[in-house]
């Protein structure tokens, strides 16, 4: 009943936001004198905090019109390559633009969505012709469409690779490093036509044995019959996907800001004293932040208890036993494929090591053809986002790409 119970208290509050989103523009109005007053400037702000700490279930605007090319200013446009109930493969096209190296941005399926690497999307832009794997929210999936696990989500990275066709290359951000490494491990052992030239894997859980974070030890704490039974709920039969079992979006979000909740309530205090003191640029980055934070999006249940299962407790990769459609996955086949892992020194979500074992996996591959780089100052979020991701990380994932061509 965690669905229903959570759905109930959504529609209770639905009048309250309403009322808050329409008061804004009136308490704000000089035409009533009401925007000089004091009282009146705190009450619009108390309604666009309460607006702003709303849940929502649809993916944001990637907001990616213009990207910053060789000096110049190009118009990006958005264009649907593939679509499955699941995923679309989207690219993102810059019309009259030379030819450039294709990339696969490959975006977790975490709880929230795949917008949250827009800044990774743009920096990449400038020199890459980039596809995104823009996942669904499950909750909006019929049941018709059927399962989907580890295996379907690594089955959709072989289709979308080999949409891209030959000479691509792949980036991967966090939980599906996993995944992307399972892929172009099947792909390199079938001798694929469309196996990429090289594959960036970031701040992913390849052997999470190493320097287990607190996210890794809480996986480790129960067994997988607790988070099926505590975590797992039924979307209720008012959306697409009424019947679906998954790992609610909203769940794993409570989840990620009680582990920072004095930052998260602190933002929100800030965010309300610079709308108070009409600091508007400051309350900018703040609103821009949390759009898109609380935007969920819900999981399956067969891939969120499989991730957790094979990848945070059996750690069946780095031991050779995870498996694709029944065959076992051998990073060894991967001859070609140029690899590089990054990571972020103060990431306490996938430690230092746990990404970096993807070499040893690969172990076929000469040492010309391997890159890691440790990237100092940085935590989770700073490897794929930010100054040190685009002036640092960047530029040798770049290079590694115009290299591998």
Known sequence: MM????????????????????????LQDSTFGFAAQSTSRQMAAACRVLELAEVTHKRPPWRIDSVMSKGESVPVVEEVVATTPFATLLRFRKPGAASQ????????????????????????LQDHDVYVTDWHNVRDVPLAAGRFGL??????????????????HVLAVCQPTVAALSAVSIMSEDQHAATPASLTLMAGPIDCRISPTEVNRL???????????????????????????????????????????????NAFKEYYKHLVDDEFDKAEVTRTFYEEYMAVADLSADFYIETVDLVFQKYALPKGELTFRGRTVNPAAIRRTALVTI????????????????????SSL???????????????YGVFSGKRWQNAIYPLVRDVIHISQ
Request: aromatic content about 10%.
């Open 343 to 362: 990571e972020g020194e103060r990431d306490d979500i996938c430690a230092i090591g746990q990404t970096l074992a993807a070499q040893d996996l690969a």
């Open 219 to 265: 996986a480790t704490t129960k067994p997988i019959a607790w988070f099926e039974k505590n975590l797992i709920s039924t979307v209720p039969w008012r959306h697409g996907g009424g019947g679906r079992r998954v790992y609610p979006g909203f769940v794993q979000l409570s989840a990620f800001m009680s582990m920072n909740k004095d930052r998260h309530v």
């Open 3 to 26: 669905y229903q119970a959570y759905q109930a208290q959504s529609d209770l509050m639905w009048p309250l936001r309403t009322l808050a989103k329409l008061s804004v523009p009136m």
């Open 151 to 168: 295996d379907e989500y690594t089955q959709h990275l072989i289709d979308f690779i080999a949409a891209l066709g030959p000479n691509a």
């Open 366 to 380: 000469r040492p010309y053809m391997r890159t890691h780089y440790v990237q100092p100052n940085v935590g989770h």
């Open 101 to 124: 190296p294709k990339v696969l941005v490959v975006a977790p399926m975490s709880g929230h969505f795949a917008t949250l690497l827009r800044d990774t999307v743009r920096t990449m």
